[in-house]
């Protein structure tokens, strides 16, 4: 119990800390009404979070890539739910750049359970990272990185939330 209380501390913690440094642009996805009424069984939050720097600098846009995000999610079978017991946040951080005409990202995302869900195995957050290089203007490679991780997360996490409905 004490390992899984440390663990929903940091998962809170890593998504709360930047909003009171001030570092960071954090964009929660607001759900579709429709697909609220879809039927689908679970919710999953989308946090994205750029620091304030990268997102003046480079020209990135929370939405934007929140939305990239949000369609991953929604492809592996979750609903979009601020109010979820899980969630999935995507941080972007600008790194050194390994190419001159390409700037270089890190892209970290995370899934995991908020709070203990009664009646069901404990679920430990998941978690996934890699370096895009993208052109200044041209975000289309780091969307479909976010897209592609967000996926390969919230597949995993489905897949631990709901073994009977995973696909």
């Keep these: 119990m004490k390992n899984f209380t440390f663990l929903l501390l940091r ?3 890593s998504a709360l800390l930047p909003l009171f440094t001030g570092a960071l642009s954090v964009a929660s996805i607001v759900p579709n009404a429709a697909l609220a009424s879809g039927g689908r069984s679970e919710g999953v939050n989308i946090i994205v979070q750029i ?3 990268a997102d003046r600098a480079y020209n990135l846009s929370s939405d934007h ?3 990239a995000a949000k369609q991953a999610a929604r492809a592996e079978g979750w609903e979009i739910d601020p109010n979820s017991k899980y969630f999935v946040r995507v941080g972007v951080e600008p790194v050194s750049q390994r190419d001159v005409d390409l700037y270089a990202f890190r892209i970290n995302v ?11 195995a ?3 957050a998941v978690t996934a990272a890699r370096v895009v290089d993208v052109p200044l203007r041209d975000h289309s490679k780091l969307r479909e990185a976010i897209d592609e991780l967000v996926r390969g997360i919230a597949y995993k996490l489905r897949a631990r939330t709901q073994p009977r409905d995973h696909h």
Excluded: H, K, N
Excluded at 110 to 120: D, K, L, N, Q, V
């Design 110 to 120: 995370e899934g995991g359970p908020i709070e203990p869900a009664r009646g069901r």
């Design 51 to 53: 620091p304030a720097a």
């Design 65 to 67: 890539l929140g939305e």
């Design 11 to 13: 998962a809170i913690l």
């Design 122 to 124: 404990r679920v430990s």
